[in-house]
Protein backbone atom coordinates (compact mmCIF):
# COMPACT_ATOMS: atom_id res chain seq x y z
CA UNK A 1 0.00 0.00 0.00
CA UNK A 2 1.04 3.41 -0.87
CA UNK A 3 0.00 5.89 1.95
CA UNK A 4 -0.12 10.20 1.00
CA UNK A 5 -0.32 12.79 3.77
CA UNK A 6 -1.73 16.18 2.35
CA UNK A 7 -2.88 19.53 4.09
CA UNK A 8 -6.28 17.65 5.08
CA UNK A 9 -6.37 13.79 4.06
CA UNK A 10 -4.52 10.40 4.43
CA UNK A 11 -5.01 8.66 1.31
CA UNK A 12 -4.12 4.81 0.67
CA UNK A 13 -3.54 3.57 -2.90
CA UNK A 14 -3.01 0.26 -3.51
CA UNK A 15 0.84 0.10 -4.61
CA UNK A 16 1.85 -1.50 -8.54
CA UNK A 17 5.99 -2.10 -8.99
CA UNK A 18 8.34 0.59 -8.80
CA UNK A 19 6.16 2.78 -6.11
CA UNK A 20 3.22 3.48 -8.91
CA UNK A 21 0.21 4.35 -7.03
CA UNK A 22 -2.82 2.26 -8.18
CA UNK A 23 -6.12 2.73 -7.09
CA UNK A 24 -7.51 4.63 -3.98
CA UNK A 25 -8.62 2.34 -1.42
CA UNK A 26 -9.16 4.57 1.29
CA UNK A 27 -9.57 8.74 1.89
CA UNK A 28 -9.36 10.06 5.75
CA UNK A 29 -9.89 13.78 6.71
CA UNK A 30 -7.28 13.95 9.18
CA UNK A 31 -7.85 14.58 12.47
CA UNK A 32 -7.49 13.14 16.58
CA UNK A 33 -7.98 8.97 16.62
CA UNK A 34 -7.31 8.62 12.88
CA UNK A 35 -4.61 6.30 12.69
CA UNK A 36 -2.53 4.43 15.34
CA UNK A 37 0.36 2.66 15.11
CA UNK A 38 1.64 -0.46 16.69
CA UNK A 39 -0.56 -4.09 16.75
CA UNK A 40 -2.58 -5.29 19.13
CA UNK A 41 -1.16 -8.80 19.41
CA UNK A 42 0.49 -9.75 22.51
CA UNK A 43 4.27 -11.08 22.34
CA UNK A 44 7.70 -9.52 21.90
CA UNK A 45 7.25 -10.70 18.04
CA UNK A 46 4.64 -8.80 17.22
CA UNK A 47 5.83 -5.65 18.69
CA UNK A 48 8.67 -6.01 16.89
CA UNK A 49 7.49 -7.16 13.39
CA UNK A 50 4.20 -4.77 13.55
CA UNK A 51 5.81 -1.72 14.95
CA UNK A 52 5.05 -0.13 11.66
CA UNK A 53 1.45 -1.64 10.94
CA UNK A 54 -1.26 1.61 10.88
CA UNK A 55 -4.85 0.69 11.81
CA UNK A 56 -7.02 3.57 10.51
CA UNK A 57 -10.28 4.37 12.80
CA UNK A 58 -12.26 2.25 9.95
CA UNK A 59 -10.53 -1.36 10.06
CA UNK A 60 -7.77 -0.41 7.26
CA UNK A 61 -4.57 -1.80 7.96
CA UNK A 62 -1.26 -0.70 6.64
CA UNK A 63 2.08 -2.52 7.12
CA UNK A 64 5.69 -0.48 7.00
CA UNK A 65 8.55 -2.87 7.19
CA UNK A 66 10.58 -2.13 10.36
CA UNK A 67 12.62 -0.58 8.63
CA UNK A 68 10.44 2.45 7.74
CA UNK A 69 9.24 2.73 11.27
CA UNK A 70 9.83 6.56 11.23
CA UNK A 71 7.93 6.85 7.61
CA UNK A 72 4.91 5.12 9.60
CA UNK A 73 5.45 7.26 12.66
CA UNK A 74 5.36 10.68 10.69
CA UNK A 75 1.88 9.41 9.13
CA UNK A 76 0.36 8.44 12.02
CA UNK A 77 1.76 11.95 14.26
CA UNK A 78 0.10 13.55 10.90
CA UNK A 79 -3.05 11.99 10.16
CA UNK A 80 -3.79 12.24 14.19
CA UNK A 81 -3.65 16.13 13.89
CA UNK A 82 -6.21 18.45 12.37
CA UNK A 83 -5.42 20.83 9.51
CA UNK A 84 -8.44 21.85 7.52
CA UNK A 85 -9.56 25.68 8.48
CA UNK A 86 -12.86 25.39 10.17
CA UNK A 87 -14.38 28.77 11.51
CA UNK A 88 -14.03 29.06 15.49
CA UNK A 89 -16.73 28.93 17.55
CA UNK A 90 -17.45 31.39 20.61
CA UNK A 91 -16.33 29.17 22.87
CA UNK A 92 -12.49 28.73 21.45
CA UNK A 93 -11.94 32.17 20.65
CA UNK A 94 -9.20 33.77 22.77
CA UNK A 95 -9.94 37.33 22.68
CA UNK A 96 -12.70 38.98 20.02
CA UNK A 97 -11.53 41.36 17.88
CA UNK A 98 -13.17 44.60 15.87
CA UNK A 99 -14.34 43.92 12.61
CA UNK A 100 -15.79 40.49 12.73
CA UNK A 101 -11.94 39.52 13.40
CA UNK A 102 -10.54 37.39 16.25
CA UNK A 103 -7.71 35.15 18.10
CA UNK A 104 -8.57 31.50 18.13
CA UNK A 105 -7.35 28.26 18.64
CA UNK A 106 -5.12 27.17 15.99
CA UNK A 107 -6.54 24.46 14.10
CA UNK A 108 -3.58 23.09 12.67
CA UNK A 109 -2.19 22.63 16.30
CA UNK A 110 1.20 24.37 14.90
CA UNK A 111 0.59 27.79 17.52
CA UNK A 112 -1.52 28.41 20.35
CA UNK A 113 -3.86 30.77 18.53
CA UNK A 114 -4.41 31.98 14.87
CA UNK A 115 -6.19 35.12 13.59
CA UNK A 116 -9.41 34.64 12.20
CA UNK A 117 -10.75 37.32 10.24
CA UNK A 118 -14.32 36.72 9.65
CA UNK A 119 -13.94 35.35 6.88
CA UNK A 120 -10.24 32.58 6.67
CA UNK A 121 -7.17 31.97 8.88
CA UNK A 122 -4.92 34.61 7.88
CA UNK A 123 -1.62 33.60 8.28
CA UNK A 124 -0.65 35.99 11.55
CA UNK A 125 0.00 33.69 14.67
CA UNK A 126 0.46 33.74 18.02
CA UNK A 127 2.93 31.18 20.37
CA UNK A 128 3.18 31.93 24.57
CA UNK A 129 2.01 35.68 23.69
CA UNK A 130 4.79 36.12 20.59
CA UNK A 131 3.22 37.29 17.57
CA UNK A 132 4.71 35.88 14.20
CA UNK A 133 3.28 35.12 10.71
CA UNK A 134 2.75 31.47 9.62
CA UNK A 135 3.43 30.70 5.65
CA UNK A 136 0.99 28.01 5.96
Do not use: K
Not at 13 to 24: L, T
Not at 39 to 67: C, E, K
Request: aromatic share 12%; hydrophobic share 40%.
Amino acid sequence: RIVLVTDGYVYVFRDYPFHIPGARLAMYERGPGLVRIGSDRPGWFSRVIRRGQLTFSDGTIVYHAPIWIRRAQYIAGEGNVRTLPVAPSSQSAAVAGAGGGQWAADPTGRHHHRWWDGQAWTHHVSTNGVLGTDPM
